[in-house]
């Protein structure tokens, strides 16, 4: 099957097929070459799959004759039904991929196939998405473009009248790419109808413009998210309504991967300042609900209250994830290399898959009753001060003959580390004349991860692989799972191993692969720097700064803060109290009841007003610190935060029933 074939293809999404179709477009791009985008469209593509042409591509591919056969049958025969209006009508039908069957998807694929394959070989860029064909032309001037993209749409049309599929010049959309500021436009013709020409074509969900700009496609995912949130503003007010943590998850659930999709297509647009300025807008009013703060209240406290990022930032992240899974080398990462998984079409063919056992001991009667092998071998990882190792101790009878000690970087899991030892296990099963073999595991999430035959983890792969041919050497292995830390000799052993080999291995590490969670930490945490330096550098949350001055900080510790329409008050300044009532025509003066020249701002009731100076004098002596601004980072860290948020929201509560009488 053609790699250029996305739909319904393993370890294959719409997003790698828009990666892979915009790498290739800037390449071209940057070599100063008229692009030329041409999206086809099939009419009624999964409905006009030719039965016979089907019949012809299974015999190509050389496709068993039983399943060919299976195939005939399920393509016989068959009818189409509609019953209306007390009466019958019935048809029978000799095309068409069944909808909603299992096979159908790869039926059209293997329908489709020697089309791509066929502009492969001829050197035209062409690629799909079920039947979502897109084909890209370059050349240096437009003459040469037009000649090409001319004899292979002609092709494609000649291939659709064999196979009895229809192409729709007139639904057929192209589109030039350049950089060139002068240059001619190519006259695209299929089956001698002008094919129009458009300044953005929409694929797979993504708008891509002449300019790959993606201002559309940002502004259509804004309209999008803007009117979730006109819903969600309903039903979600500073008093009452939807829990903060609900609309929290109705967010992350619904319209952040609304923006988010596809972001490493078009996160180069993300840095822009109107790009970052309309996901601000939608972001703004969604935070807002969250923390229950006015709609005053500025992005920057809204944002850090609520606990959720900056969507631009997002968007930039996402894409980064994306490239670090694919392998595409990250600063944040260094050179490391990150742990895949292995190609699916690597994977045995289900007939040629053993069957592993797993059995659970609890106990040591347990183990004891399981022990009648040749060998067992005990295997364990570890993590221990910030170092990963892992270990096997293999046992003859009560004797234990050898011993392996494997080292990991510090990046790594311990799970990493339990996948090691059990693969190392059976190399040493492979190398061993012995023909029963025990492994005895402590980790049940590693053991499940080997016998899932669907499961694709690089070392799981390879220790399958290594128990096959055990399997076919007239080896039997049993694997078992067994308590940790329950006196075992064997897992203490292994236990006592993998911890020597955290702390003491100075040799190169035997497994360097990062895992995908390495590469999220390590993403996150660019992530949090330049959101910090935004917010620290930002004119607003002037009051925020003042409990939260660093946004790292802030953002691990805002979940362990029930926030309320209260709190937000506080921590922003936006409420009820004087001086914010007057910035706003609400009240005449902005003046503190203490003093008729001090401003009623939070600040200044927290710290200055005189009229608590004898709850803030309490406070201070139970928890042995000054209520100052400069202390309140240090309090809100401490575990003395809830006794201070309780005396700010009952001074802002005063303050607040105060002016509402006024």
């Not at 729709?168 to 002068?182: C, D, G, S, Y």
């Not at 595409?328 to 994977?347: F, T, W």
């Amino acid at each position: 099957m053609s790699t250029r074939q996305y739909g319904f293809m393993p370890q294959r999404s719409t997003e790698d097929s828009l990666y892979n179709l915009m790498q290739h477009i800037h390449r071209k791009s940057d070599e100063k070459k008229i692009i030329v985008l041409v999206s086809l469209d099939i009419e009624g593509a999964f409905d006009s799959a030719w039965w016979p042409a089907i019949r012809v591509r299974l015999a190509e591919e050389k496709c068993p004759l039983n399943l060919r056969k299976v195939f005939d049958s399920y393509l016989r025969n068959r009818e189409i039904v509609v019953r209306y209006a007390g009466e019958e009508c019935t048809k029978i039908t000799t095309k068409g991929c069944v909808q909603g069957s299992i096979g159908g998807p790869i039926l059209w694929n293997l329908l489709l196939d020697p089309l791509l394959k066929s502009l492969e070989n001829w050197g035209e860029y062409g690629q799909a998405f079920a039947d979502d064909v897109v084909l890209v032309f370059d050349g240096d001037t437009a003459l040469e473009v037009q000649g090409r993209a001319n004899v292979a749409l002609e092709h494609v049309r000649t291939w659709g009248v064999k196979n009895k599929l229809k192409f729709a010049p007139q639904k057929t959309n192209a589109m030039v790419i350049t950089r060139k500021l002068k240059h001619d436009t190519p006259r695209l013709r299929m089956g001698g109808i002008d094919i129009a020409m458009s300044r953005e074509i929409k694929l797979l969900g993504v708008t891509i413009d002449d300019r790959l700009t993606f201002n559309t496609h940002v502004a259509n995912v804004c309209r999008k998210a803007t009117g979730i949130y006109k819903l969600l503003s309903r039903a979600a007010r500073v008093s009452w309504g939807l829990n903060p943590d609900i609309v929290r998850i109705i967010y992350t659930a619904t319209i952040e991967p609304i923006i988010l999709y596809a972001a490493s297509v078009w996160a180069p647009a993300a840095k822009k300042l109107m790009t970052i300025k309309q996901l601000q807008v939608v972001q703004r009013g969604i935070a807002q609900k969250i923390c229950k703060g006015y709609r005053t209240v500025s992005l920057n406290s809204a944002l850090l209250l609520a606990g959720i990022l900056p969507l631009d930032l997002r968007v930039r992240e996402a894409a980064s994830l994306y490239e670090a899974k694919r392998g595409v080398p990250r600063l944040e990462l260094g050179d490391r290399e990150i742990e895949r998984v292995a190609p699916a079409i690597e994977a045995p063919h289900p007939a040629e898959r053993i069957s592993l056992r797993l059995v659970s001991l609890v106990d040591r009667e347990q183990l004891n009753q399981n022990s009648d092998f040749e060998i067992r071998i005990f295997t364990d990882g570890s993590r221990i001060e910030g170092k990963v190792g892992a270990a096997l101790s293999v046992w003859n009878g009560e004797t234990e003959i050898k011993a392996f000690k494997l080292a990991l970087p510090g990046y790594c899991t311990v799970y990493q580390a339990e996948l090691l030892a059990i693969c190392k296990a059976t190399h040493v099963i492979l190398g061993h004349p012995a023909s029963s073999f025990g492994v005895y595991s402590d980790s049940m999430a590693a053991l499940q991860t080997v016998i899932n035959h669907s499961c694709l983890h690089p070392l799981a792969v390879e220790s399958r692989d290594k128990l096959t041919t055990a399997s076919l050497q007239g080896k039997v292995v049993t694997l078992f799972w067994i308590k940790a830390h329950a006196g075992m000799e064997g897992n203490e052993r292994a236990d006592q191993l993998a911890k020597s080999a955290a702390l003491g291995s100075k040799r190169r590490p035997d497994y360097d692969l990062y895992p995908v969670s390495f590469a999220k930490r390590s993403i996150r945490l660019a992530t949090l720097d330049e959101w910090n330096r935004r917010y620290r550098t930002g004119e607003t949350a002037s009051v925020t700064k003042i409990f939260f001055p660093d946004a790292v900080t802030a953002y691990r510790m805002i979940r362990k803060i029930k926030i309320d329409c209260i709190i937000t008050q506080i921590m922003t300044g936006h409420g009820g109290f004087s001086e914010y009532l007057n910035r706003f025509k609400c009240k005449e003066s902005p003046s503190c009841a203490c003093e008729p020249g001090a401003e009623e701002s939070v600040p200044h009731i927290l710290f200055d007003c005189p009229i608590p100076a004898m709850q803030r004098f309490e406070l201070g002596n139970k928890i042995n610190q000054n209520i100052v601004r400069e202390n309140v980072p240090n309090i809100l860290n401490s575990k003395e935060r809830d006794t201070f948020l309780k005396f700010c929201i009952e001074i802002a509560q005063n303050v607040i029933n105060r002016n509402k009488t006024a």
